[in-house]
C-alpha cells in the first residue's frame, strides 16, 4: 500500500503521526511524508530564509530516521489558503504523483490556520486528482482514497474514532521529533516548555484510552467515496 503523509509544518507528521508511519515502515508499505509550508517564521531570532533551509533539513533527517522520504511543497508560513487555486492545484499535483492508497493529514478543527488550510486543501485536491482531464493532475488520475485526520495539537477539541498502537515506536517517534531541533530545543531553552514531554503524554494519553503503552488517535472522514469497510491504518 502507498501511503501519503500531509503535514503542514516540518514538526507536524512527527507530533500527530510518526509512530503510526513507522509502522506502516515496518509492515511493508511505502510511506511518502509532505510538509506543505516551509516553517520559514516559526522562530523569533533565526531569518525567514535561513530557517526555511535549516527546517527543511531537520524534517528530511526525521523521515531518514524511519527510512521515509521527505517532500515540501515550500509555501511560506500564513501564506497558506485552502480556497487558493495555486495552492490546490499545487496539492493535486502531489496526489496525482505519489499515487496513494490511503492519505492522512490535519484535522479540519485544529489550532491555527494553516493547519487547516491544508486540511481543506487535501480533501479538495483528493477529488480534483482524480478527474483525468483536470489539467493539475498532468493526464495522471489518482483514485480517490480514504483520508485520515490526525489528533489536533494536544488533542484538544478532538475525539479520536480510531487509534494506533505505537508502543514499540515511541522511542523513534520521539527521536524523529528532536530532529526538529530549531524548534524542540529553542522551546525548551527559551520558552521552558517541554515538547518532547508534551508529545508524549498526548500518546500516553492516547494509549490508556484504547488499553495500550502509547497510541496515536484518528478521524476518519466520512464522505463518499472515501468511506471503506475496516481500516486502513495499521
Ligand atoms: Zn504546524
Known amino acids: 500500500m502507498k501511503v501519503l503523509a500531509i503535514g503542514c509544518h516540518p514538526d507536524d507528521l512527527e507530533i500527530g503521526c510518526a509512530g503510526t508511519l513507522a509502522k506502516y515502515k515496518k509492515l511493508g508499505h511505502e510511506v511518502t511524508a509532505v510538509h506543505v509550508c516551509n516553517g520559514n517564521l516559526g522562530h523569533v531570532i533565526i531569518e525567514p530564509d535561513e530557517l526555511r533551509k535549516i527546517r527543511i533539513e531537520e524534517a528530511r533527517k526525521a523521515g531518514s530516521l524511519a527510512g521515509i522520504p521527505v517532500r515540501t511543497l515550500d509555501i511560506g508560513d500564513l501564506l497558506v489558503y485552502g480556497d487558493k487555486k495555486e495552492h490546490r492545484d499545487k496539492m493535486t499535483a502531489l496526489i496525482a ?4 492508497d490511503v492519505i492522512i493529514t490535519h484535522c479540519p478543527n485544529d489550532y491555527m490556520p494553516d493547519h487547516n488550510a491544508v486540511s481543506q486543501l487535501v480533501f479538495d485536491a483528493s477529488f ?22 490526525m489528533d489536533t495539537v494536544g488533542g484538544v477539541g478532538t475525539s479520536p474514532t480510531e487509534y494506533v498502537d505505537i508502543s514499540e515506536f515511541i ?49 476518519k472522514c466520512t464522505f463518499w467515496p472515501k468511506v471503506v469497510p475496516g481500516t486502513l491504518l495499521p
Open 128 to 149: 480534483a486528482a482524480s478527474v483525468p482531464h483536470y489539467p493539475a493532475t498532468g493526464g495522471k488520475a489518482a483514485k480517490v482514497v480514504p483520508i485520515y485526520y
Open 171 to 219: 522511542d523513534l517517534k520521539l527521536k524523529m521529533l528532536n530532529c526538529h531541533e530549531s524548534q524542540i530545543k529553542w522551546m525548551l531553552e527559551h520558552d521552558h516548555i517541554d515538547f518532547t514531554e508534551f508529545v508524549k503524554t498526548c500518546a500516553a494519553f492516547r494509549g490508556l484510552q484504547c488499553g495500550v503503552a502509547y497510541a496515536e488517535g484518528f478521524t
Open 97 to 100: 504523483e505519489e499515487q496513494p
